[in-house]
C-alpha cells in the first residue's frame, strides 16, 4: 500500500519560514517528477513547484525567490523550503508524486496546513 506522509506545516508570522517534507513509499514503481500543490479556502488548487528526478524545477506564480524545492532520490522524499512567507501563502499544502514508467499512476498527499498570520 502507497503511504504519501507530508509534514512541517503550522502557523507561522509574515516574513517567517517553514519546511514542508514529503516521503512517498510502498510504490512498486519508481519515483517520477515530485511537487507541491496548494489550495487556499474557496480557490482552486494551484501548482507550486515541481521537480523532476534528474532535479530540473519549476516554480508557480508568485514564489519563485522565496520558495526551494528538492530531492532525496533514494528517500523518494520532496521538500519545500518556503522564506519570506505572506498572508496570502496561507493554504493546505498538497503533495504529489508521479510513477515511473506506470502512465496515469499518481499519488496524493492528505495536505499539511500552512498558516500565515501575525
Known amino acids: 500500500q502507497v503511504q504519501v506522509v507530508e509534514s512541517g506545516g503550522g502557523l507561522v508570522q509574515p516574513g517567517g519560514s517553514l519546511r514542508l517534507s514529503c516521503a512517498v513509499s510502498g510504490s512498486q514503481f519508481g519515483i517520477s517528477d515530485m511537487a507541491w500543490y496548494r489550495q487556499a479556502p474557496g480557490e482552486q488548487r494551484e501548482l507550486v513547484a515541481v521537480?523532476?528526478?534528474?532535479?530540473?524545477?519549476k516554480y508557480g506564480d508568485g514564489v519563485e525567490g522565496r520558495f526551494t524545492i528538492s530531492r532525496e532520490n533514494a528517500k523518494n522524499t520532496v521538500y519545500l523550503q518556503m522564506s519570506s512567507l505572506k498572508v496570502e501563502d496561507t493554504a493546505v499544502y498538497y503533495c504529489h508524486a508521479v510513477a515511473e514508467r506506470a502512465l496515469g499512476v499518481d499519488y496524493w498527499g492528505q495536505g499539511t496546513q500552512v498558516t500565515v498570520s501575525s
Open positions: 521537480i523532476s528526478r534528474s532535479g530540473n524545477t
